[in-house]
């Protein structure tokens, strides 16, 4: 399953104008997004003051930054648990993105109606987690079927039995209406259960779509939004997202810097949603610097050195030697790599060593 984040709500919430924003991929869309059958999909680049600071250091040839892939889901309506037509594969494509985007409409526009007639954030998030959640449930429900042969089979009954174990006790949570994740599981319990590609066992963050008043100020909307975020754990970002298609659509650095400026802001919504996808993903950036190129690498977190070398190219994990490393706050507080190897603050590092976000990397392999 690749590294993806899809974005998911109800319709006309302003999910692919966020998207569009993101990608400047013009997507696919309409009123209630029941026409838009194919998820919309593009890859955007991480933005990290850290390799523009690298660039401006090492003077390349050329800058390339991580990517993180989004995929604008259509709408999903109350005909979701019933998989009928084109919201199966709504469904579908939600089961191959690795985490979710759930974006909350936080805005009034009488000429937008919403779908329910009304605005009310912790209604809507309700409403969506109930369809994913009866999906789920008719997901369990022909999985047990299947694993009840399998207790026929020694060599699979103790698997079966962990899972339907994990079953018992997410069932009563999606007959409620909360997400599988929201269930505690032994750690058994929760690794037999990823067989089932349960779409509530996937982690999730919100998006609140509001005004610029609302970027700004505040509303009642968007504290609802958090309050249901922090019921869950969740992590909650604020959007605008008309602002941000038009910030998206100015050429220059410092034009965009002077028109968040204007609004008070230091970062784009976006940017700070990019961000926090990356995290949710458990994600690590690693840097390799010099002359031709400065570039940044993605990694799980926990990935040791030869993981990451691999990332460069499959022949540098095989023949893995060792790795020299320094890191990128050493470089900015000493000036240039000549003074970071003087300092003593190269050093030479195995295959055990589990790579840092923020560490410049220089691999040595032999294949």
């Known amino acids: 399953m690749p590294l993806n984040c899809g974005i998911i709500g109800l319709p006309t919430v302003g999910k692919t104008t966020i998207f569009t924003a993101l990608t400047r991929v013009k997507a696919e869309t309409s009123s209630y997004g ?58 579908s494509h939600i089961r191959d993105s690795s985490v979710l985007a759930h974006v909350v409409r936080c805005f ?24 994913l959640a009866l999906a789920d449930l008719e997901t369990i429900d022909k999985r047990a079927e299947k694993l009840q042969k399998e207790l ?32 505690t599981l032994e750690a058994e319990e929760a690794e037999a259960v990823r067989r089932s590609f349960l779409i509530t066992m996937k982690r999730e963050l919100y998006i609140c779509n509001t005004d610029e008043a609302g970027v700004t ?48 802001l230091e970062e784009s919504g976006l940017a700070t949603l990019i961000h926090a996808v990356y995290r949710l993903l458990g994600l690590r950036t690693f840097f390799t610097a010099g002359e031709d190129e400065c570039r940044a690498w993605t990694i799980k ?13 499959t022949d540098f994990e095989k023949g893995f030697i060792k790795a020299e490393v320094y890191h990128y706050e ?38």
Do not use: W
């Not at 220059?252 to 002077?258: A, C, H, L, T």
């Open 34 to 91: 029941s026409s838009a059958k194919n998820a919309n999909v593009g890859i955007i680049s991480v933005p990290d003051p850290r390799l523009d600071r690298l660039t401006a250091m090492f003077n390349p040839q050329r800058k390339v930054p991580a990517t993180v892939e989004f995929v604008d889901i259509a709408g999903l309506a109350s005909a979701a648990s019933k998989k009928e037509g084109a919201t199966n594969q709504f469904l």
């Open 108 to 131: 009034d526009d009488p000429e937008l109606p919403h779908v329910s007639s009304k605005i009310s954030p912790a209604d809507d998030i309700e409403m969506l987690h109930l369809e």
């Open 152 to 183: 026929k089979d020694p060599a699979r009954k103790k698997d079966a039995e962990r899972e339907l174990a994990a079953f018992a006790k997410i069932r009563p949570a999606l007959q409620e209406g909360r997400p599988a994740r929201s269930v």
């Open 217 to 264: 100020k505040g509303n009642a909307y968007i504290e609802a939004a958090r309050r249901a975020a922090a019921a869950e754990g969740a992590e909650c970002v604020v959007i605008c997202g008309k602002f941000e298609a038009e910030l998206a659509e100015l050429q220059g650095e410092e034009e965009k810097r002077e028109f968040l400026s204007e609004l008070g």
């Open 301 to 313: 977190a926990g990935d040791k050195a030869p993981a990451a070398a691999g990332v460069i190219h």
């Open 330 to 367: 050493d470089l900015v507080a000493l000036g240039s790599e000549h003074a970071v190897r003087v300092a003593g603050k190269l050093r030479q590092e195995g295959r055990d060593y589990v790579v840092q976000d923020g560490d410049v990397v220089f691999f040595k392999f032999n294949v």
